[in-house]
């Protein structure tokens, strides 16, 4: 049986994506090997939203290029955001690469592969499907899924983020119809997925090509102070109907999650559906970028920082105890040292619970290309390093003070020493020890020690859980979570 290895760079889409090529190769015959040196067959899905991704990229293909030379057989493709992008160019620089797989081709590679073995030039697959989009479904089968999934939603970015390349490696917005998203999540749950995260690049700007969707309460809605009720209207989408479809018709889904959404789009229709669905995990990834409005008009991110933190406030008035998560760029072009303290103002007013920082890499064919990166690069890693010793704080801060606390914690794997691990409804990782199999159970746990990145508990005396086969339908299922009045500035 002929083997295959995939390497994975990047986000969840990526990792999403890889799980569907180990399906295609699985389905025509592949066994997945951990090791390289064992494989027929390696895919490298890489990630271009970085400069060192193209500089990991190359290191990988020369290291398998040395396998390669050992072992002649050895096919190596690269998949995702570098091959969509860089394919053409990427193929003439490395000639180890036999072919280049574009995100929207991941059903072709059967077909490519038998080429490959006919001895062809690499063929280049990385055309869009803008006419018909496919959306990948997981292969749900009864004992072999994990206690969580990725489900897509929507696919591309109609953004244009000034420094971003995502736009251009996933192509323009696609939408999946509502039905096919809730027959996946549907069938995930009955093969035993208890949470599924919703996937989309600005995946809150979901609208049904469908259109079976009935609109959300508080739709058009704003009672925000710094929002226009203009631009309100522009960024409401059906995101929220989604969402409450979802809890309503697949009542057995213990949670649900979704990223990355876009701040203009966390409308108070969002706001509502957090403070009703009792499946709404209380944690959201809200990628801020910037805590100064200047930077924020040049990355073209269209709200301001007023904007921001008010939609913070509301989901949090709307849903207490829930954690923000967030995404920063230190060093954009142009940015200050104002700007910058800025940025930290703002992370000492938010307090996020979870900070991904990076540096301003310029990306070929982005818009930024046209300003000056003119912060050295040396103050971009000290402003990182300060950005991050202050949001390091915050979350051991914030994990401290959950010590003594009671958490429904869904068990997600084992972890060392035979212990499990979990992640509690605010998205804080939990290890605990369990008799029995703790794998797609909520468990009530009490917080007895918090680390750095991650908390320690023991499950409540008395629950011994639920043989992991008859846990379908036991799931709790109310939709309404509380009946809250909503918000200051309501
Ligand atoms: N679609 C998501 C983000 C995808 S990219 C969203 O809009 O929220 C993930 C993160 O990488 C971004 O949030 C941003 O913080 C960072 N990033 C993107 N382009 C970058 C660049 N050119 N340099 C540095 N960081 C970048
Ligand atoms: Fe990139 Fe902006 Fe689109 Fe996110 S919203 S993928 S940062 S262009
Ligand atoms: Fe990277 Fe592509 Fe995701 S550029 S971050 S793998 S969409």
């Not at 066994?31 to 970085?50: F, G, K, Q, W, Y």
């Not at 860089?86 to 797989?101: N, S």
């Not at 700007?205 to 469908?210: C, F, G, K």
């Amino acid at each position: 049986m002929p083997a295959f290895t995939l390497v994975t760079f990047g986000c969840q889409m990526n990792q999403h994506d890889s799980d569907r090529i180990g399906e295609v190769l699985r389905g025509i015959g592949y066994e997945e090997v951990a090791e390289p040196v064992h494989a027929d067959l390696i895919v490298l899905n890489t990630c271009s939203i970085r400069e060192k991704a193209e500089q990991k990229l190359r290191s990988e293909v020369g290291r398998l290029g040395l396998l390669k030379q050992r072992k002649p057989g050895l096919v190596i493709g690269v998949a995702g955001c570098m091959a969509q992008q860089e394919g053409e160019r990427l193929a003439r620089r490395m000639p180890q690469i036999d072919f280049m797989l574009g995100p929207d081709n991941i059903l072709e590679l059967p077909r490519i592969l038998a080429e490959v073995e006919l001895g062809a030039p690499p063929p280049i697959r990385t055309v869009f499907d803008l006419n018909a989009p496919t959306f990948l479904s997981a292969l749900a089968e009864p004992g072999r899924t994990g206690a969580t999934a990725f489900v897509t939603v929507m696919k591309g970015c109609d953004e244009r983020c000034t420094y971003c390349v995502v736009p251009n490696t996933r192509g323009p917005e696609r939408y999946r119809a509502a039905s096919d998203i809730i027959d996946e999540i549907r069938r995930l749950v009955v093969a035993g997925v208890r949470e599924v995260t919703l996937l989309g690049q600005t995946v809150n700007s979901y609208r049904d090509p469908a259109g079976s969707l009935a609109l959300a309460p508080g739709a058009g809605e704003t009672h925000f102070e710094h929002t226009r009720r203009a631009a309100a209207l522009q960024d409401e989408s059906e995101f929220p109907a989604l969402l409450r479809d979802i809890c309503e018709r697949v009542p057995d889904l213990a949670r649900l999650r979704y990223t990355s959404p876009h701040p203009r789009h966390l409308t108070w229709s969002l706001i509502l559906a957090h403070r009703d669905l009792s499946a709404l995990a209380r944690h959201v990834h809200m990628p801020v970028q910037s805590g100064s409005d200047r930077v924020l008009k040049r990355m073209l991110r269209r709200y301001s920082i007023a904007e921001y933190e008010e939609r913070a406030t509301a989901l949090r008035s709307a849903v207490p105890g829930l954690t923000l998560s967030t995404d920063v760029i230190v060093g954009f072009p142009g940015e200050t040292r104002a700007d910058f303290e800025a940025t930290l103002g703002l992370a000492e007013r938010v307090r996020f619970s979870g900070f991904f920082g990076f540096t301003y890499s310029e990306r070929p064919n982005t818009p930024a290309l046209k300003l000056p990166d003119d912060v050295p690069e040396l103050e971009k890693r000290a402003r990182l390093e300060e950005i991050f010793a202050l949001t390091d704080r915050h979350r051991r801060e914030h994990l401290q003070s959950l010590v003594g606390q009671n958490e429904r914690v869904l068990g997600e794997r084992r972890g060392k020493n035979g212990d499990f691990m979990g992640r509690s409804e605010q998205n804080e990782i939990v290890h605990f020890a369990f008799e029995g199999d703790a794998i797609a159970q909520m468990l009530p746990v009490t917080i007895t020690e918090a680390y750095d990145n991650s908390l320690r508990g023991v499950v409540q005396a008395g629950f011994t859980g639920l043989p992991r086969a008859s846990m379908i339908g036991k799931a709790p299922s109310r939709t309404v979570r509380r009946a809250l009045p909503v918000v200051s500035g309501a």
